[in-house]
């Protein structure tokens, strides 16, 4: 199971190799990564809209590391409250904020401080700031009340989550009574062997905690989402060193993958 890191691995470890990863890419999106990044990839790779996207501050775009498109699959109401589950330098954030309007919220919740100054500044050149607020946090220990959320937007962090389980089950928590969650994250065709798993390098390239499909839709309803269902996939890592780094056996990519809390 990848739900959780192999035993004895080092959980504190494992999160300042993530910590690390994302501050350079706050500092130099432009500097050698596993992963591909900015505003050409996401609009070739994941079916972003360029425009949308060119109305954005390029902080956020060039910083922009996700591996599908969660808010393509569903229109977010202007009202509602949306959050952004490890939201980075912000790109989902403001587009999540934009389509609230002025009635919504949007919230980031990132562990990196260097993405969250990132994303704080983006808010406020786009101009929605009023409506943006981003917090420090972990996946696994959420700083929202219970039920505080209409939609949860996540984009290939799940796998970067010590305690998948946890995770969800804090998705599940802050979520309101038939909220949705829309969530882009990384799969494999077979669980990963035990060194891939256990490298910190591979876990902050978003391969180390890669989840197979199948066990991703288990946990989803194990946390007490239903209605979870595949929408689209997405060649992520195609051309990029950290596909060059597991067997082409295991057919690293990503989905878009929706669900909701049920109606109490």
């Known amino acids: 199971m990848a739900a959780t890191c192999p035993i004895d691995f080092d959980v504190a470890s494992l999160r300042e190799s ?11 999106p432009s500097g050698d990564f596993h992963f591909h990044r ?25 910083r922009f590391a996700g591996v599908g498109n969660p808010l393509a699959m569903g229109a977010l109401a202007v009202g509602e409250t949306v959050l952004d589950h490890a939201c980075g330098a912000g790109m989902d954030l403001l587009l999540a904020a ?15 401080e260097a993405m969250r100054e990132q994303a704080m500044r983006a808010a ?64 494999v065709k077979r669980e990963l062997t035990l060194p891939v798993r ?8 978003c391969i180390g905690g890669a989840l197979p499909e199948p066990e991703l839709l288990d946990l989803v309803r194990a946390a007490g989402l239903c209605d979870g269902r595949i929408e689209a996939r997405f060649k992520s890592f195609a051309g990029s060193s950290a596909e060059a780094k597991v067997s082409v056996d295991l057919e690293l990519s990503a989905v878009n993958f929706s669900a909701r809390k049920p109606q109490i």
């Not at 934009?98 to 990196?112: E, L, P, Q, S």
């Not at 009340?145 to 989550?161: R, Y």
């Open 124 to 187: 406020t050149l786009a101009g929605v700031a009023d409506r943006t607020r981003i917090v420090p946090g972990l996946l696994e220990e959420l700083p929202l009340d219970d039920a505080s959320v209409d939609v949860v937007i996540s984009n290939g962090v799940l796998n970067l989550s010590p305690d998948k389980r946890q995770a969800l089950r804090e998705i599940f928590r802050v979520l309101r009574p038939g909220g949705r969650l829309l969530l882009a994250d990384v799969v």
């Open 18 to 28: 993530v910590r690390a990863v994302y501050t350079r890419v706050a500092a130099d």
């Open 98 to 112: 934009r389509r609230v309007g002025n009635a919504g919220r949007a919230i980031g919740v990132d562990m990196t």
């Open 198 to 205: 256990q490298s910190p390098e591979l876990w902050a390239a």
């Open 38 to 62: 900015g505003l050409d990839y996401a609009v070739a790779a994941l079916g972003y809209d360029p425009a949308e996207l060119a109305a954005l501050p390029r902080l956020a775009t060039e």
